[in-house]
């Protein structure tokens, strides 16, 4: 059965359609291969199903629209003194939300499974991208992570973190069976993490090689990989990390590792303006308390704290909001985290599943960090907080994602229904 | 099959949304409920600290006025410019912003760039201390610059600040003192005063965005400023002025080594109308030596060396030698010997006083020389106060013993401070014996003490203490601060004189008074005598024991102490000339004239009404009208009316001009040269040497050059001569000019061992 399955989505590979997986001809209970091309014929472009699940919607507008009401909030002085217009980053984001909600109906009528066989070129393509990324911006001293498209700028990341979240679940699902295996179950996440880590090591984007090979080790981690690899690669991840810190490649990261968890306690001028970005999000942190100072009232955002529109936005959102609020959002994340998986744990194939659970993980892993990283737990190395740091690369592919999550729920729904 | 497959990704799918809720969002939740509700306050202080801006607003320091009101100090706005080049963005900027202050405050724009490219830097000051006219240049280029660059505004600011300012530079110096640069006051009254002079700072809280711009908020509190007390100084600036001219021409004429002191103080109550120390120093830049030989010596030196011989000699420049010397009195203090005797009746006016021309005050001990060395012969005790005797004070000394000259040395308060509101006060010292208890003397102490030598005073003690004979016997604190008032020029306190003890008789003291007033009209202190008014004085020469600058000559201090009017005495002073180097260094010959100078201006300012004798009055000053625009007969008549001799030049029929000038000083019988027409009042003489003559001559002269004389002095003894004129000889002046002509005597009258 697994075999003709599998043997059915490697022709998917080839360009053939296929419109369910052997799951709904088990759930028929026939077994019947036979019915096959029955369902071969009903060619369908567009998953409507039952009905994509409301409540998933609802919850994505929902955090999209705080997002933007409190990026809003926390970049207009910003916007102010140095676009002159309050308004620059909120006109910009919301135009990418409109274009990105736009992007994500479109996408939530998507049969996810015609994504089966994107995943090797998105990935090779992804990586391209980063390939054309690095010489492009050759010559500067900052980090080459942004693909300039004229009026937008791509992070590249973004599409990397999806290329392999969606090749991991192609791959997984393809091989359920020989995950146990260090040739199917290990190696290939070997290479995509090795891969990407280089690329990323070269532009350098060190917290994206955290998250991608996070991303990486939860995609191997839901196919079933074997824990004892997941024991051996944190060994071999530390081995990595000190081999670098020998050879001096780290020092960006380094630089940034500078004065984390001594944000308060700075004692030279250098460590002041390392701390300072950092320094500034607890004192907002700290300003909120329990209830906040109210919507659109922090004082860290006007030039305290450097950018409160990006990774920071938090900061400022807890200053406003108090503790109240941080948490009520939070919780919103939460349950969306927990509804997205909901849903993708009943898709009907594993690859839905996986496909799924990978996005809504990736959601619930960036939240973490983001804030992990604002209240200095974590160093300060650019992880941005989903729906709410301004990035129209970031937001739309976001969008996009939560797109496929809901044609996974449409799908799920009529698998319910 | 199916399900099994999809249950195990379905498990390890919850298992992976539990490990990212609980280990995720749990301590994420965690660490905010941390931050917010634990530490929230810590770090809500820290960050409203770092948003208010709490500006201190400088309170204005009061101002030190003289008695009658006039400004000796006071504080103006000024400004000064910082720069925030945190602010910059570029280099451009940095040299715009760099180039136009530099223009602006006369800068070098290169000192300026090395400021604004400490960028991590929100403040460096540019330039302190600049006044409106610069404030306003620089709040113009703020508008141009922020006009094409708003983030330009907020990299200059400007802070208010205030500046110290002192009329009258070195006027008074040592008094006055002067303030450091935050303001506060560093020596003198500045220093003793400096708490009611500061005032209470104001403070403006508000709250700022990053750049230093208001935020939106209206939160924005002001506690205004309250500005010093101004403190109003017993010192007339009129007598301080005459006390530090007439020190100043004694140092030139004298050459004095180490400075002079005069103080002037009411008797009655102790005010201190003037206290001059020379050299003095610029108030205004108080850290530049005045002193050309310490400029020069400082050249030479190099390093540390320097720096603590830079010290050294600023210290001793801003020095108040009035308070803070001590020295050996001198004959000055046979003032004091005499009245503690009569007080005590130890020594009698009718006791005769044999002086040999030295004398043995105890048996195996070396004689002890008097300055005149074929001896005073016989004398009375006022005689020997007029002969500045030193054998008759020996004398005299024994009468009164050892305690009772220990208990009047400490009576007279030599031994402790005046209490005077300065700082820095010092005190004289008694014999010092190793050993022995405080005010033992041996006996040879004694006779050296009776007139002053071996014992040190200062000159606020002097002063003082002669204070309490002029006044009756009542030792009072002198005091330099008569009221403080507050910025509205309310009242806020007034010092009231301090009677410290009743040391002699009233009856002792008048005595003393008549026998200074004798000593200074006949006796050594003649030369501090002046025309007109009952001056009571004596004289003081001492040896700066051990110090010499010329071989095998020894130092002097020279002074001189008295008050006048002798009958009704109202004001004290004392002279001190610290190592005159020059031919004349004893107190009658350098201390004396300049205090007879000086009192011949007090005098007559303070409304002292001058009675003279006959013969003076024929020396005596008075005051020229103004005959200008008269007819040129009812001018001459008006002349002769005033008892002046009118001189007519040019042939107009009008006055249009006249010399002397309206309310200048002529002698009674003194020329008024009335001019007519404007070629007239070219004409001018040269002014004759008038110097090294007798009064007579002197008349003499001033009428064959037509000039009008001054006489200042003792004109009425036969043997003073002119020693000194206010005008060169060889100057060319109009005719009918006065000059004042200083008239002395040369004797030797007193000094020492």
């Known amino acids: 059965m697994f075999e003709k399955i599998t043997d059915k989505l490697k022709g998917a590979l080839d360009g053939v359609l296929t419109p369910n997986d052997g799951g709904t001809a088990v759930k028929q209970g026939s077994g ?118 004229g009026p937008i700028s791509i992070q590249v990341s973004e599409i990397c973190k999806f290329a392999l979240i969606l090749f991991m679940a192609h791959w997984s699902s393809l091989y359920y069976d020989k995950m146990q295996t260090f040739k199917y179950g290990v190696l290939p996440g070997l290479v995509l993490i090795l891969v990407t880590s280089f690329l990323l090591y070269l532009e350098p984007h060190y917290s994206g090689i955290v998250i991608c090979g996070l991303i990486v080790a939860i995609m191997m981690f839901l196919a079933g990989v074997r824990i004892f690899y997941f024991v051996l690669a944190a060994i071999g991840g530390g081995l990595i990390v000190s081999v670098m810190a020998v050879t001096g490649k780290l020092t960006y990261a380094m630089s940034r590792l500078d004065g984390w968890g001594q944000a308060l306690t700075y004692t030279d001028v250098d460590m002041w303006n390392t701390t300072w970005q950092t320094r500034n999000s607890l004192y907002a ?133 | 099959m199916g399900d099994k497959v999809l249950s195990g990704i379905r498990k390890r799918s919850w298992a992976l949304l539990f490990i990212i809720m609980i280990l995720g969002f749990g301590s994420v939740i965690s660490r905010l409920f941390y931050l917010q509700l634990v530490q929230g306050k810590e ?63 006369g800068m070098n724009s290169a000192d300026i760039m090395e400021l604004a490219k400490k960028s991590d830097s929100y403040y460096q000051t540019v330039k302190r201390q600049i006044e409106s ?163 020069a010596e400082l050249e030479k030196l190099s390093g540390t060396n320097k720096e603590q011989r830079e010290s050294e000699l600023l210290a001793k420049q801003w020095r108040n030698k009035a308070i803070s010397d001590s020295y050996y009195p001198g004959s000055v203090f046979k003032v004091i010997t005499a009245s503690s005797a009569l007080e005590e009746g130890t020594s009698k006016l009718s006791n005769t006083y044999f002086c040999s021309g030295s004398y043995v005050p105890y048996e195996g001990v070396q004689a002890i020389a008097c300055h005149n060395h074929d001896g005073h012969g016989s004398q009375t005790f006022a005689e020997a106060l007029c002969n500045s005797c030193n054998p008759a004070f020996m004398m005299i000394g024994k009468e009164l013993g050892y305690e009772k000259f220990w208990e009047y040395f400490q009576s007279f308060g030599f031994n402790s401070q005046t209490g005077i509101d300065l700082p820095g006060e010092g005190t004289g010292l008694f014999f010092q014996h190793e050993g022995e208890p405080e005010g033992s003397m041996w006996p040879t102490d004694l006779a050296i003490g009776s007139f002053g030598q071996g014992i040190t005073v200062t000159p606020i003690e002097m002063v003082t203490a002669v204070s309490a004979v002029a006044n009756g016997g009542s030792l009072i ?148 009208d103004s005959y200008l625009s008269l007819n040129i007969g009812e001018a001459q008549q008006k002349v002769r009316d005033d008892g002046f001799e009118p001189f007519v030049t040019g042939d107009g029929d009008e006055v249009i001009a006249q010399i002397p000038d309206a309310g200048s000083q002529i002698p009674r019988g003194g020329r008024v040269v009335l001019y007519t027409t404007t070629d007239s009042t070219k004409e001018t003489i040269t002014v004759p040497d008038l110097v090294g003559y007798s009064v007579a001559e002197v008349n003499e002269l001033s009428a064959e050059y037509n000039i009008n004389i001054i006489y200042s002095g003792s004109v009425d003894q036969d043997s003073v001569y002119s020693y000194s004129q206010s005008i060169e000889s060889g100057m060319l002046v109009a005719p009918g000019t006065v000059v004042t002509v200083y008239f002395g005597n040369n004797d030797v009258d007193d000094t020492v061992m």
Not at chain 2, 504 to 510: G, K, L
Not at chain 2, 589 to 602: C, D, L, R, S
């Open chain 2, 133 to 295: 006219d610069e404030r306003g240049k620089v709040l113009e280029f703020i508008e141009k610059i922020s006009k094409e660059n708003p983030k330009l505004g907020s990299v200059i600011v400007l802070e208010e600040d205030y500046k110290r300012y002192y009329p009258y530079n070195d006027f008074a110096a040592s008094v006055i003192g002067f303030t450091g640069s935050d303001g506060q006051g560093l020596s003198g009254i500045e220093y003793q005063y400096d708490s009611y002079l500061t005032g209470v700072p104001g403070r403006v809280v508000s709250e700022n965005d990053g750049w230093g711009a208001a935020m939106p908020f209206e939160y924005e509190q002001k506690q205004e400023a309250h500005d010093g007390n101004s403190v109003v100084l017993t010192i007339d600036e009129t007598i301080q002025h005459f006390l530090e001219k007439h020190l100043k021409q004694g140092i030139i004429d004298y050459q004095v080594a180490e400075g002079a002191v005069a103080i002037c103080m009411d008797v009655n109550n102790g005010e201190v109308l003037g206290m001059a120390t020379e050299n003095s120093f610029d108030l205004n830049n108080p850290y530049e030596l005045t002193d050309e030989n310490a400029k």
């Open chain 1, 32 to 149: 019947n291969m036979a019915k096959l091309p029955r369902h071969r014929k009903k060619f369908r472009i567009v998953s409507v199903g039952n009905g994509l699940d409301m409540t998933f919607l609802l919850l994505v507008v929902v955090v999209l629209v705080i997002g933007l009401v409190m990026m809003f909030s926390a970049s207009f002085p910003t916007a102010y003194f140095s676009k002159d217009s309050s308004y620059y980053f909120i006109k910009r984001q919301a135009g990418f939300a409109v274009v990105g909600l736009i992007i994500m109906i479109a996408v939530s009528f998507v049969d996810y499974h015609h994504y089966h066989k994107y995943a090797v070129p998105v990935l090779i393509g992804a990586w391209l991208l980063m390939l054309i990324v690095i010489p492009a911006n050759w010559g500067s001293d900052d980090p080459k992570r942004w693909l300039n498209l």
């Open chain 1, 285 to 417: 942190i700290g300003s909120g308390g329990l209830w906040g100072l109210g919507l659109g009232q922090s004082r860290q955002k006007y030039m305290y704290l450097p950018e409160p529109q990006n990774d920071f936005v938090y900061a400022i959102v807890c200053e406003e909001l108090g503790f109240i609020g941080a948490f009520i959002i939070l919780m919103i994340f939460a349950v969306l985290v927990c509804r997205g998986i909901k849903i993708c744990v009943k898709a009907s194939d594993k690859f839905g599943t996986l496909l799924g659970v990978g996005l809504m993980a990736q959601i619930g892993l960036q939240v973490v960090l983001n804030i992990l990283v604002i209240t200095d737990w974590l160093p300060n190395t650019g992880i941005s907080l989903p729906f709410f740091s301004y990035g129209g690369s970031s937001l739309i592919m976001l969008l996009a994602q939560m797109g496929i999550v809901m044609n996974i729920s449409r799908s799920a729904a009529l698998e319910k229904g």
């Open chain 2, 477 to 624: 604190k002198p005091y330099l601060v008569k009221q403080i008032v507050d910025a509205d020029g309310n009242v806020v306190e007034t010092t009231e004189p301090t009677v410290k003890r009743q040391i002699i008789s009233n009856e002792t003291a008048r005595e003393m008074a008549e026998i200074m007033e004798k000593n200074a009209t006949e006796g050594t202190a003649k030369n501090g005598y002046v025309a007109g008014y009952r001056i009571a004085g004596k004289t003081g020469t001492s040896e700066k024991i051990g110090q010499s600058r010329k071989p095998g000559v020894e130092d002097y201090i020279a002074s001189y102490c008295g008050f006048a009017p002798a009958d009704d005495p109202q004001i004290a002073l004392l002279v001190y000339f610290d190592t005159p180097t020059g031919d004349a260094y004893y107190g009658s010959q350098v201390a004396a004239p300049v205090f007879a100078g000086i009192m011949a201006e007090i005098c007559p300012y303070l409304g002292i009404e001058a009675q003279y004798t006959e013969d003076e009055m024929k020396y005596v000053s008075t005051t020229a």
């Open chain 2, 43 to 105: 770090l809500s202080d820290l960050a409203v600290d770092q948003q208010m801006s709490d500006i201190t607003v400088s309170a204005k320091r009061g101002s030190i006025l003289d008695r009658n009101g006039n400004t000796l100090a006071s504080s103006a706005n000024v400004w000064k410019v910082v720069l925030a080049p945190i602010y910059f963005e570029n280099d451009k900027d940095r040299q715009t912003v760099s180039d136009g202050l530099a223009t602006i405050l």
